[in-house]
């Protein structure tokens, strides 16, 4: 009686098994990013190296452009894009926007620190908001991502940023920057603007053009290099003289 009584509660008494429809716990949200994540990453890099050798047929704001045209949200010109590579670019429409944009651009690995700092003192001050995007940073942005100033947008122009710059030499990032860059409403690399805003292609334009171009880069919508502003005319002078300091040896072309 005494083993019978001590059999059954060692029965009662053994962990009962898992059972087997019991569903497993869901990942979290930061592991589901993450996955799906390195399922992401290497199709980019994939993407980012091809284009190290292949024109981009677009960008992500000229698709925008034309999105916005189709359904009349923001009508305007058709975009106008033709690439051309860095062999029919002079040297000085490169120095020009090196000039213009971002002069650290053949020292700095994607990111300007101290044009950073710059922008945060000039902006705590309660001056208007100073951008301190590199030529990099800018290639990132009009390739893959949209305009804003969001923190998530901001993330992943720093991640593509860093790949653009470990995959591609410096070469290949201005050429991409002068092929995809707004230069007017609608217009899109060097090629297009030379022929639409002075009617010849762009290995014939003079520094002076060139620099008109340069100048309307951070609002390409609004100025005009064929009808400039007071304020562009100004702006086209001082690129020149920074050209003239920085000198032709400043950017690794041709």
Same mark, same amino acid.
């Given at each position: ?32 990013? %993450? ?124 991640? %593509? ?94």
């Amino acid at each position: 009686m005494t083993r019978s009584t001590t059999s059954s509660r060692t029965r009662r008494t053994q962990p009962r098994p898992a059972s087997k429809n019991r569903t497993a716990p869901r990942p979290g949200p930061l592991r589901r990013i %993450l996955r799906v994540a390195a399922w992401i990453l290497p199709g980019i890099v994939a993407i980012i190296f091809l284009l190290r050798f292949v024109p981009p047929p677009t960008s992500a704001f000229m698709l925008t452009r034309h999105v916005e045209r189709l359904t009349g949200s923001a009508p305007g010109p058709a975009v106008m894009y033709r690439w051309t590579s860095m062999h029919n670019i002079p040297r000085h429409m490169a120095l020009a926007v090196v000039a213009a944009e971002d002069q650290n651009f053949p020292h700095h690995f994607g990111f300007d620190v101290d044009a950073i700092a710059r922008a945060m003192e000039h902006n705590e001050k309660g001056r208007t908001v100073r951008g301190a995007s590199t030529i990099s940073q800018q290639v990132a942005k009009n390739l893959f991502l949209w305009s804003g100033r969001s923190y998530v947008r901001k993330g992943l122009e720093a991640g %593509l940023t860093v790949l653009i710059e470990l995959l591609w030499p410096k070469k290949r990032i201005l050429e991409v920057y002068l092929n995809i860059a707004e230069f007017g409403d609608g217009t899109y690399g060097v090629n297009a603007a030379a022929r639409r805003f002075f009617n010849k292609p762009p290995d014939r334009l003079t520094a002076h053009e060139a620099a008109l171009l340069a100048s309307v880069l951070p609002s390409p919508g609004r100025s005009s290099a064929t009808h400039p502003s007071a304020y562009v005319r100004q702006r086209a002078q001082w690129i020149q003289t920074q050209m003239r300091q920085l000198g032709p040896d400043h950017i690794d072309w041709h």
